[in-house]
């Protein structure tokens, strides 16, 4: 991104560090989960879960989890809340495999190496996406427990989770964004806030939430950690259309131009560059507004809608 940020990740504070040391945490976790998700069935429908769970990536849906949790409990958490965090990542993956299927966005690469349709065929892929959204239910379930939750507390953490990954969230976030890539579709700036809040903004909220309700908060924490979300799912995408344009696919690890090349609505083709730019900025900084007003000072939160603004990739 160019231009000055709105906000800076809070000084003394090493974001990449951070990022480093969270998501070296998460993969590990990650990694010892894998292998159990797909669990009795055909080595054929094993090997794509694994596959796609491999993948590298910034893993930013759990440590956002992570962090809202230390929000209310700051100190290092357990490995279950981690557990807990690698739900979001498993749901996370899902929709990226069925986003690289030939009926969706038919992308050849994603993270840097092929996608899971390129490696084990449309039909496998299909199903091994089908197959991680229950798995990453038992997994939320199975580490909420671990933690003491009670069912009914479980049973609100497995409904948010279902509530952002379906079709009130990214898959009807998904659902507008194929309609608006119809022949004579328009879409306007309404339109694609709406496909975005849904397609990115609800499990980046969700993570949040997720992560504060683990952790007890109280209501005026979990709605503040909601708008933060909602701010920073929109700043994710808004810099996501800009880096499309900006980016080669060496840098991104995935196909560049390939919303120009379908004729997709994005923020810069609405605005232009330099308005898509100020807008990110300007939802950044709503994110931690939202976070202040409700007395939340924390470093990593901070730290990580500076880096939405850095990221390039």
Known sequence: MTGAAVTDAPAGFD?????DRERD???????????????????????????????????????????????????HPPDAVYRLACALEIVHTYSLVHDDLPSMDDDALRRGRPTVHVVHGERAA??????????AVRVLDAAAR???????????????????GGARGMV???????????PGARVDA???????????????????????????ADARRVDALTDYGRELGLAFQIVDDVL???????????????????????????????????????????????????????AELEALAAFVLERGR
């Open 25 to 75: 945490w998460v993969n590990a976790v990650l990694a010892g989960i894998a292998p159990t998700l797909a669990e009795g069935a055909p080595s054929a429908l094993r090997e794509p879960v694994e596959y796609a769970l491999a993948t590298p990536g910034k893993r930013l849906r759990p440590i956002l989890c992570v962090s809202a949790y230390r929000v209310v409990r700051p100190a």
């Open 126 to 135: 299909l199903l091994a996406g089908a197959a991680l959204i229950p798995a």
């Open 244 to 298: 499309d344009v900006t980016r080669t696919d060496a840098e991104l690890g995935k196909t560049a131009g390939k919303d120009v090349g379908a004729g997709k609505a994005t923020y810069p083709s609405l605005f232009g560059l330099e308005v898509a730019e100020r807008m990110a900025r300007e939802r950044v900084a709503r994110a931690v507004d939202a976070l202040h007003a409700a007395g939340i000072r924390s």
């Open 190 to 216: 309404d339109g694609l806030e709406r496909i975005h809040r849904l397609k990115t903004g609800a499990l980046l909220a969700a993570s949040l939430r997720i992560g504060a309700l683990a952790a007890g």
């Open 146 to 164: 671990d933690l003491g939750l009670d069912v009914h507390a479980r049973g609100r953490l497995v409904a948010e989770l279902c509530s952002a």
């Open 15 to 19: 974001v990449h560090a951070f990022l």
């Open 172 to 182: 009807g976030g998904q659902w507008l964004d194929l309609l608006g890539e119809a």
